[in-house]
């Protein structure tokens, strides 16, 4: 059944574990991140991007997030807005039935970053509805040459979080979104995580959580993609991170590329065929596939 971020990840703070938060745009991506849910019994994140809302003009999602808890009644499952940009579309979230939403106003200074949180706070959890909030700029450290990209500093964490009352934080440790997060190897500030925690005491969230896996990049490549250069944070990078204090992961490139790594060999080997059915039924199953293992990495495998 549907739960709030707040409820769910207080739990995963309780037994020790961390929850996946999957992006959904379509039908067969909410059916294989609950097929997965279901196949590991694990508590489930659902996010919807602006883009993801627009994609199915609103009510398609709507309907197919009510289907997932309709059809899943003892998974708990978080329907949460994934970077929301105003007040504005966190209302339209939370009248399409989210029990949570991300307010990202990390691109603002700290003041009107705070006013913009404290507003959607407000507004949230009048409604019984939690946030996430961000403060620091994603991006590769050691590819930082014009110095844009800003690590989430802990003590000016501490008075955001204080002055904003968000129920989770997005922290910037030098993820990125996206297929292309490293040029050499993957360089993460995870010392950063525990001296955050230590002062917010609240879940921390880590976006540009793909791990890329070299089998599905070898996959698309091989059947006529172009990834040359891809580079995700290890699996164990993750771990780790969740023992430090991160309580939800976000991962939408994984799923990206399971799907199109399916479609791409089904196209190639099998020339003559043509019922979509045929490749984005293998597709679902093979998003199942990848979250299923990210579930069961991140320890939420069996909590529900
Ligand atoms: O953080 C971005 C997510 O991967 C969603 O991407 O805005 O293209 O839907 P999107
Ligand atoms: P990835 O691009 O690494 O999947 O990150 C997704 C994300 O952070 C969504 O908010
Ligand atoms: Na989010
Ligand atoms: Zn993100």
Known sequence: GLVTLRQCLQEAERADYGVGAFNVNN???????????????????????????????????????????????????VIHLDHGDSLETVKTAISLGFSSVMIDGSHLEFEDNVALTRSVVEYAHDHGVS?????????????????????TDPAQAEIFVERTGCDALAVAIGTSHGAYKFKAEPKLALDLIPEIYRRVRIPLVMHGSSSVPVELVEEVNRFGGSLAGSKGVPVESIQRAIQ??????????????????????????????????????????????????RMEAFGSAGHA
């Open 27 to 77: 039908m067969e991506q909410v059916q294989g991140i609950m097929m997965a849910a279901r196949q590991a019994r694990s508590p489930v994140i659902l996010q919807a991007s602006r883009g993801a809302l627009k994609y199915t003009n609103f009510v398609y999602l709507k309907h197919l997030l009510q289907a997932a808890l309709e059809e899943n009644p003892d998974i708990p499952v």
């Open 131 to 151: 946030v996430e909030a961000e403060l620091g700029t994603l991006g590769g450290i050691e590819e930082d040459v014009q110095g844009t990209v800003k690590l």
């Open 244 to 293: 430090l204090g991160v309580r939800k992961i976000n991962v939408d490139t994984d799923i990206r590329l399971a799907v199109t790594a399916t479609i791409r060999r089904f196209f190639a080997e099998q020339p003559a065929k043509f019922d979509p059915r045929e490749y984005l039924g293998p597709a679902r199953e093979a998003i199942a596939r990848v979250v299923r293992s």
